[in-house]
């Protein structure tokens, strides 16, 4: 039979303590890192996504203005629909040859993103970014519109 001593009751739950406290101090970065990793691939989907729908509206429009003011609608759209701000993000134009709405002219859509940290309220003051991104999509002006 075994009996137990002054030192060993002493001790008695402190496993439980150090392990809810050790688990603690690992998940908690752990989950920081899934949800910012998430967040850098949502915002991957949507600047494709926006890039590819900015230059296909472009090229639908009757001139460059139109283009814009609807690459820039497409731009809105695609980055609400992964609960981006647009504040965030950024929509260049690029035609070949300079002339946008020449037929077969290549217009090319280029969206940039940053993506701040999750979580972190002051992260505008220090420039605290999780990721910048960035994807082009180009389309052509087609011969009959």
Do not use: W
Request: proline content about 5%; aromatic content about 8%.
């Amino acid at each position: 039979m075994r009996r137990s001593s002054p030192d060993n009751d002493a001790d008695q739950g402190s496993a439980v303590v150090e392990f809810i406290f050790l688990s603690l101090l690992l998940m908690v970065p752990l989950v920081y890192f899934v949800i910012t990793v998430g967040q850098i691939q949502g915002g991957t989907f949507a600047v494709v996504g926006a890039a590819d729908q900015a230059a296909k509206v472009f090229v639908a429009q009757p001139d460059a203005a139109s283009g814009r003011a609807a690459a820039e609608q497409a731009l809105l759209l695609a980055l609400a629909d992964y609960g981006h701000e647009a504040g965030n993000a950024s929509l260049d134009t690029s035609c070949q040859p300079a002339d946008c709405m020449a037929a077969g002219s290549a217009v090319t859509v280029t969206v940039h993103l940053t993506v701040p940290l999750p979580f972190v309220p002051f992260s505008d003051a220090f420039q605290l970014n999780a990721s910048r991104l960035s994807a082009s999509a180009t389309q052509l002006v087609g011969r009959f519109r």
